[in-house]
């Protein structure tokens, strides 16, 4: 970054060519470019929790749980609950506003599938995954 920085250093104390309102305007621009583009956006997302039967409110083993994302990529590598029905997924992503909700896609043979948001950083929550009724099975 340190030629980068410099530069933003050089413009800023070029002041040759411009009239002293130019000059601040460009200074107050490029200050907040430097703000921008060099305040971390980089968000670190942490969720665990617990799957677990709406009637039973017993946990379920090996629930898919994956983090969806807008495009595709090696982030959204499903994994799978434990035999306690436990889960816990942390990963990096960009947020130049904050960060980004946590979109989860929950899955298992015999349940409804569930999509679920969460603010960044969500501690312990609790997903009840309902029954299929007899007989019916969901499209994938």
């Not at 030629?3 to 309102?21: A, S």
């Not at 200050?31 to 997302?45: E, G, K, M, P, R």
């Not at 799957?51 to 994956?66: G, Q």
């Amino acid at each position: 970054y340190l030629h980068v920085l410099m530069f933003f250093y050089e413009i800023w104390n070029d002041t040759l060519f411009l009239k002293d309102k130019n000059m601040k305007f460009l200074k107050v621009t490029i200050l907040a470019f430097i703000v921008v583009a060099f305040t971390s956006c980089d968000c670190l997302q942490h969720i665990q929790g617990v799957v677990v039967d709406s009637e039973t409110r017993l946990p379920i083993n090996k629930v898919m749980v994956k983090r969806v994302m807008a495009k595709e990529d090696s982030r959204n590598r499903a994994i799978y609950t434990d035999s306690l029905g436990n889960f816990e997924i942390t990963s990096m992503t960009g947020g130049i506003l904050g960060c980004p909700k946590i979109s989860l896609s929950l899955e298992k043979e015999g349940y409804n599938k569930v999509k679920k948001k969460y603010k960044c950083c969500t501690g312990n929550v609790v997903i009840a995954l309902k029954r299929q009724a007899e007989g019916k099975t969901e499209k994938r």
